[in-house]
């Protein structure tokens, strides 16, 4: 069985009232404390998945492609899922990279117990992010940093480095905490030798400001913050255990790719693009910082062009 019909069959005869009481739970956990806290045996896994899987694996797929976009024929024959949980991230990988041996590494009982059964090939390790793992040709950490203090992101993001044969991806939400623990990561890895492939198109200084250690959350409101934003759409599940009924949600991260060699190039779309009469703007970062490029209606080839363009593309 593929991983839809095995998850179906586990989630036959479950109550979707108490999966939407254990994914509530869930939430407040996350959003006190930044952990998986309250996931503790396979009920908790299952409400995890439906809840928030979707949007985990969506964002992992979008990275993953844009890291394509700008790698072309890079085809890792390891990925290593450090703080996997379910595997959202290495379900996005094997999507692209069908043969690629997989190793999830997990504290989580409950979470490589349910791995474990969705990906039964896969190496499902326990252990923390922070220790001895084995290297691989990609390492994605996604949605982890969070669950350590900002001053240690930087370290963490070395230390995963050096496991990373080619490529190592890290993702956060979209948030302005999210984004200081994926700049300082961003910082720390340059320093380290480390190429970023996405969404920077070049390895100078994030002309961003970010929220430093010690600042507070109104001094971060006056700046800004490089996150990008992916369409969910929900299924009946997700509906339930989410007590929604928007049929999408709009899950937005923060994320850095980086590669052994140079690979980037142009700009990247960092907000939406503004159309207007006179014809659209785009608001760009590059080499260069931040700049808008307006791109005129009259110039019909070049302005047909922009308006395919969309917040998080290459330009």
Known sequence: MGRAEILNALLDGVSRKDLAARAAKQSLCYRAKGT?????????????????APATQAVAAVVLARAMAVMGDFAPASLLDVGAGPGSASWAAADLWPRIAVTMLDRNAALRALAA????????????????KPACD???ANYVLAEFPLNAAARIARDLWEGAKQMLVLVEPGTPDGFARIRAA?????EAGAHVAAPCTHDKE???????????????NKSDWCHFSVRVQRSRDHLILKDAHVPFEDERYSYVVVTREP??????IIKPPVEAKPGITLPLCDSSGLR???????????????RKLAWGDRY
């Not at 998986?36 to 928030?52: N, T, W």
């Not at 994030?206 to 971060?220: F, H, K, T």
């Not at 808008?292 to 922009?306: C, H, M, Q, W």
């Open 138 to 140: 990609l390492v994605m």
């Open 117 to 132: 059964k969705l990906m039964p090939d896969a190496t499902i390790l326990a252990g923390d992010l922070v220790g001895p």
């Open 263 to 268: 690979k980037a190039k142009g700009a990247r």
């Open 206 to 220: 994030c002309p961003m400001l970010a929220r430093s250690v010690g600042e507070s959350r109104s001094d971060q």
């Open 186 to 190: 961003r910082a720390a890895l340059i």
């Open 292 to 306: 808008n490029e307006f791109v005129a209606r009259r110039d019909k080839d070049a302005f047909k062009g922009a």
């Open 36 to 52: 998986s806290q309250g996931i503790e045996d396979e009920a908790d896994a299952l409400a995890y998945v439906r809840a928030r």
